[in-house]
């Protein structure tokens, strides 16, 4: 999402490096949080340093990184007291073995463990992204230490599976700056949703002729993508059920990947009474060919023309709205028109039979990276002004964690 704010504007950022390959990440690390608005103090401990250098990290940053209790820099000789005072955030990207089982003791004999150690607990979140070999993660003295830091309040991020620099495959890798990045915009979201449960469709279906034609529609999924990351970065377990898109499911997200209207209908229904929330924003085909043939519909040589005939697609939104309490969860819709928005929206909305209609204009929205929103409520209607789509999904993950019932 190319206009998307910077996600880390205002925030100061410790991002710590201890000694692994997976330093040669953190230059576009350091980049990427920088891009997105982020202070970003680098310290690195003495064994990163023989993986990159204090220069480099230097450069991108655009501030002197600490490597020593003892730099004499700070006023009163007191890095370590500093640096996590004027925190937000610890970010510890890659973090070693052996500093996961330094932090876990409390020890503090070098700069980076003692600024994890002395900082704030109350304000400031410790965040760290493990890389190491694949017997190393899975040691029982990794596991207890990786235990005892979470129970401590520290997030640990990853580590994903795959190759390994010593050439093994396994858990262990260091995750990309790009999910990093991602993950530390989404801890400082603030957890409207934590712990609730929401389901989402996006994006178009598709309705096959036959083996390679069919009928769709042009709708991205951008919205409901966007909606599916924010709703997750504010602690909802989600799961997105997406027509035929090519999009990246949004971190913690669960995708369920359909075509048709019946098949997303299909993945639904059974998906909808143990979710508290339903969000459809998919663009349905309102209608699919009446038979589907499975060999691929030839020309013909006298130029007759297929007749094409239509019947009309289960409604999801309308069927899940339906059903009884307390099966029912709390039901949002969207409305893409082309023309009197708030006039169509209000009479999907008591159509629909739901508590919220969304309504944009679908033919400007579709595919762009932007958007405009009218929510239509039984007590009235609030205009979401133009901005880029994660920024409104943000906004209305708002709207829905304030309207949607409290759970019993
Ligand atoms: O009827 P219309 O397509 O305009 O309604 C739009 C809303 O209904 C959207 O929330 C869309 O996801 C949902 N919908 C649905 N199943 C359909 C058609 C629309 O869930 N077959």
Same mark, same amino acid.
């Given at each position: 999402m190319n206009s998307a704010p910077p996600g880390l504007a205002g925030k100061q950022v410790v991002l710590g490096l201890t000694g692994g390959i997976a330093c040669y990440k953190a230059a576009d690390l350091t980049r990427e949080l920088v891009k997105s608005g982020a202070t970003v103090q680098v310290v690195m401990t003495e064994s990163a340093t023989r993986f990159i250098t204090p220069l480099t990290l230097q450069a991108l940053s655009g501030r002197p990184v600490y490597t020593s209790t003892w730099d004499a820099r700070p006023a009163h000789h007191m890095a370590h007291i500093d640096l996590g005072r004027e925190a937000d955030a610890i970010l510890v990207a890659p973090a070693s073995a052996d500093f996961i089982a330094r932090v876990a003791q409390g020890r503090a004999d070098e700069l980076l463990s003692l600024l994890c150690l002395a900082r704030p607990l109350a304000r400031c979140a410790l965040l760290v992204a493990p890389a190491m070999n694949r017997e190393m993660w899975a040691h029982p003295a990794t596991r207890r230490n990786v235990a005892t830091l979470t129970a401590d309040g520290a997030v640990v991020l990853g580590p994903a599976a795959g190759e390994q620099a010593c050439g093994e495959v396994g858990d262990g890798r260091m995750l990309e700056p790009a999910e990093l990045r991602d993950a530390l915009i989404a801890h400082f979201?603030?957890? /409207? /949703?934590?712990g609730r449960t929401v389901l989402i469709t996006a994006g178009p279906t598709f309705e096959a002729l036959d083996p390679v034609r069919g009928i769709t529609n042009h709708s991205s999924g951008k919205m409901g993508f966007a909606i599916a990351r924010a709703a997750a970065e504010a602690g909802a377990h989600v799961t997105l059920v997406a027509g035929p898109v090519h999009l990246e499911t949004p971190a913690g997200v669960d995708r369920i990947d359909v075509q048709s209207a019946r098949q997303m209908m299909d993945a639904v229904l059974p998906l909808a009474s143990r979710h508290e929330i339903f969000v459809a924003t998919a663009a349905v085909a309102d209608w699919r060919p009446a038979t589907s043939v499975e060999a691929k519909i030839k020309k013909d040589a006298d130029h007759r023309v297929p007749q094409l005939d239509l019947v009309e697609n289960p409604d999801i939104l309308a069927t899940v709205a339906a059903l009884p309490l307390p099966e029912r969860p709390w039901c949002v819709g969207f409305a893409a028109e082309s023309h009197d928005l708030l006039r169509h929206a209000r009479a999907k909305r008591l159509r629909k039979g739901v508590p919220l209609i969304v309504g944009n204009l679908g033919p400007a929205t579709f595919g762009q990276d932007d958007n405009q929103l009218l929510l239509v409520g039984a007590d009235g209607e609030q205009e979401l002004a133009h901005a880029d789509k994660l920024t409104l999904a943000r906004q209305l993950v708002r709207e829905i964690a304030a309207r949607a019932p409290s759970p019993k």
């Open positions: 979201q603030p957890k /409207l /949703l934590a």
